[in-house]
């Protein structure tokens, strides 16, 4: 009984160290985010927004916004790349203008809809920049696409855009990471915040590997 009473006790504490293993894998902050597909709907009370596409690229074509392996004059310096968005947004909010821009001017704003995103890559967080290197992106290079088809209705004329209430508009722009990828085609994801009632909510979206 003497000897049997140690391997019942080694049994017991490897038992109770599996255990704590176990808690520890499962309090990874990563489990606790829901990610979004590319062509998903995310609502808060205030808008509806759809990431309809978003790519990495060095070179955007000045036209279209569009990724381009040509070089053109919107191209990324050495060490950093481009994300293109195309993204969907619809005000549901009952009067006043949502404004599309690139950072809120108060966190807690309903009337701003940030373009203030991050980039995830290879567990290496980016905040996304415009042309001139600030925090977020402007809609100057933005073309403005028609929700439906997708084709490009005209050049975006300032930095921003006023969605009125019950609109819906369709843009491509472009934004900068500080990092180049090893392929273009690799796993990323974007976290932005949409405005509401009661302040910004979260949301990220899983781009999956091309």
Known sequence: MKKILPLILAAALMLSL????????????DADTQYYNIGDTVSTD?????LNNCDLSIF????????????????????SSMIIPTFTVTNKDRSGYIDIRDQAIRLDDIDDLSLDW??????????????DGGAGMELD???????????IISRNPTSNNYLNAGETISLRTIGF??????????EFSITLSLPSSSGMETFTYLVAAR
């Open 46 to 50: 205030i808008v509806d927004f759809t």
């Open 177 to 186: 990471i500080n990092v180049e990828p090893e392929t273009l085609n690799d």
């Open 60 to 79: 955007a074509d000045p036209n279209t916004i569009q990724p381009t392996e040509e070089e053109t004059n919107f191209g990324a310096k050495v060490g």
């Open 141 to 151: 290079p933005a073309v403005v696409l028609d929700p439906d088809s997708g084709d």
């Open 18 to 29: 599996a255990a704590c293993g176990g808690e520890t894998e499962n309090s990874d902050n």
């Open 118 to 131: 991050t980039v995830l890559y290879n567990d290496e967080e980016y905040t996304v920049t415009h042309l």
